[in-house]
């Protein structure tokens, strides 16, 4: 009953195996030695990381090249699909302005590190996502709130007639001048430079300290820290300029124009000196 069993058996073990031997391609990292040809300092390990010492692969180099770029791709296409649908999440939540928001949100580690949550996985949880909308809610009410304090701190400026010192401003400019400043008493008038944000501008230096800033349309902005009396001091020069100059000569002994010591009579009256007269155009 179980010859052919036996017979097949015995027929197997007597048939001699072949095993195919799969082909190796050299490491070019190790030109095949499976060791690391170079210097390593704090590492014990000599055999080569490419092949991990075998010196050589079963795949040819151009194949590994090819599948490497093959993952590479996907691996990319994979990231820019969860970056699309992070921030689509981040839009739908939030809004143009409030994405726009969390982006330029620097200042706060948190808020970055949800934003890059977001482009990374595609999505936030539902807990990290109203962490985000309840900030962004916050900032349009902290928004709101400085615009209107804006709007009132605007409405309220002081208005200073700057006609006479701006004539000053330009005939001095005129005359070569490249950055004419006034000095009254503890104050000095300069303008802005024409290529910055606050063109057009005059600022004001109390005590040789930034105090603010008086707009082409004649208001003045303080800093929180200045005084309050500078507004009206500013007034009572712009409405007189050459009397504050003359108090200013008299008081201080030095001209309002360069700051230089006054000496003769005449300029101690007049608070500038006969070079500074003569560019200012109060000769």
Known sequence: M???IETSLEDFLATPTTQVKREQFPCHACGGTG???????HQE?????????????????????????????????????????????????LGEQGLAWLQNASWSEFYTDLLHKAIQYGSLS?????????????????????????????AN????????????????????????????GSLRLSLAPLNGANAGCTYVKDQGEYAGKITAEG??????????????????IAKDP???????????????????ELTNKDSIALGIGPICADKWGLV
């Open 35 to 41: 060791k690391y040809n170079g210097v390593r300092i």
């Open 126 to 154: 539902e807990k990290q996502l109203a962490c985000v909308v309840n900030g962004w809610e916050k900032q349009q009410v902290r928004d709101a709130e400085r615009n209107a304090a804006r709007a009132a701190r605007e």
């Open 219 to 236: 208001k003045f902005f303080a800093v929180r820290t200045a005084r309050a009396e500078i507004a009206g001091e500013l007034q009572e």
């Open 2 to 4: 179980f010859d052919d």
């Open 157 to 184: 400026a002081p208005v200073i007639d700057l006609t006479k010192i701006n004539n000053l401003f330009d005939t001095a400019k005129s005359n070569g001048l490249k950055k004419p400043r006034l000095v009254c």
């Open 45 to 93: 390990k000599s055999q080569c990381f490419a092949c991990n010492g075998r010196g050589h692969f079963f795949t040819s180099y151009a194949d590994r090249k090819a599948a490497k770029a093959k993952r590479q791709a996907k691996a990319e296409a994979k990231r820019a699909s969860n970056r699309e649908a992070g921030l689509a999440q981040l839009t739908e939540a």
């Open 242 to 260: 050459l009397n504050a100059f003359k108090v200013h000569g008299q008081v201080t002994g030095s001209c309002s124009c360069c700051g230089r």
